[in-house]
């Protein structure tokens, strides 16, 4: 499919467990972004990646895990999952030709929930 | 550091209300701004953006001026369609390590009754 995509859509898992959240994207864009949402914060940025094997930290980083061999895609890792990770996560990927404020383009979103 | 507030939602309106959201920024530098709107169950989609004072976004019928007096970026449409019904994130954008990154408002929910 075109465009940027993520999966799983949905992933209930429990405290301490070491989940992945993908992203993939087909437009070949330079950056890419990790946000989560969270009712009265709008969105904050986890992590991002200006091209393949550079990444780096966002607002709020803390018990995430980024890398970027590939530049269409940049997965997200929960290393031990805790009830406060509980959220919907976005990626996002831009282009570096279309300038600095390019738009960034969203994927479907994954809702993850901590038990 | 760098943020935006938005006026708290729910908003309700009926459809061909006059809408206004409004949005203020506090910045270091001069950073450009942006409308990013959620329809349900979707991602965020850009609504319009303004890169520099007195700028004027517009699209589908939203407008927002960037006004660097006030530091607001309020958006406004004339008359508003149930298909408006989304979430309305105001954000603003600055440069940081390798990119620009966005900063986004708390987000306000619209629903447009018929």
């Known amino acids: 499919d075109a465009g940027i995509t993520q999966s799983p859509r949905y992933k209930i898992t429990e405290t301490g467990r070491q989940v992945t959240l993908m992203c993939h994207q087909t437009w070949s864009h330079s950056y890419m972004f990790w946000y989560r949402q969270d009712l009265g914060h709008g969105l904050r940025l986890i992590y991002y990646?200006?091209?393949?094997?550079?990444?780096d930290k966002g607002e709020v980083p803390d018990g995430y895990v980024v890398s970027r061999s590939k530049t269409e895609n940049f997965p997200l890792t929960l290393e031990s999952a805790t009830r406060s990770q509980t959220s919907v996560y976005f990626c996002a990927s831009s282009s570096r030709l279309a300038g600095v404020d390019s738009e960034q383009f969203f994927g479907p979103g994954t809702r993850l929930t901590v038990l | 550091g760098d943020s935006v507030t938005q006026m708290e939602g729910p908003v309700t309106l009926s459809e061909e209300a006059f809408l206004t959201i409004n949005c203020t920024y506090t910045a270091t530098g001069y950073p450009s701004l942006f409308w990013y709107v959620q329809y349900p169950g979707e991602g965020l989609q850009l609504l319009l953006k303004a890169t520099k004072a007195d700028d004027k976004g517009s699209n589908k019928g939203f407008e927002a001026t960037y006004r660097k007096e006030t530091t607001s970026f309020h958006l406004e449409k004339g008359s508003v369609q149930v298909s408006d019904s989304a979430v309305y994130f105001c954000?603003?954008?600055?440069?940081?390590?390798?990119?620009?990154?966005?900063?986004f408002g708390s987000g306000t929910q619209l629903t447009v009754l018929p």
């Open positions: 954000a603003l954008s600055v440069a940081s390590g390798s990119a620009r990154q966005l900063t």
């Open positions: 990646s200006a091209a393949a094997d550079i990444t």
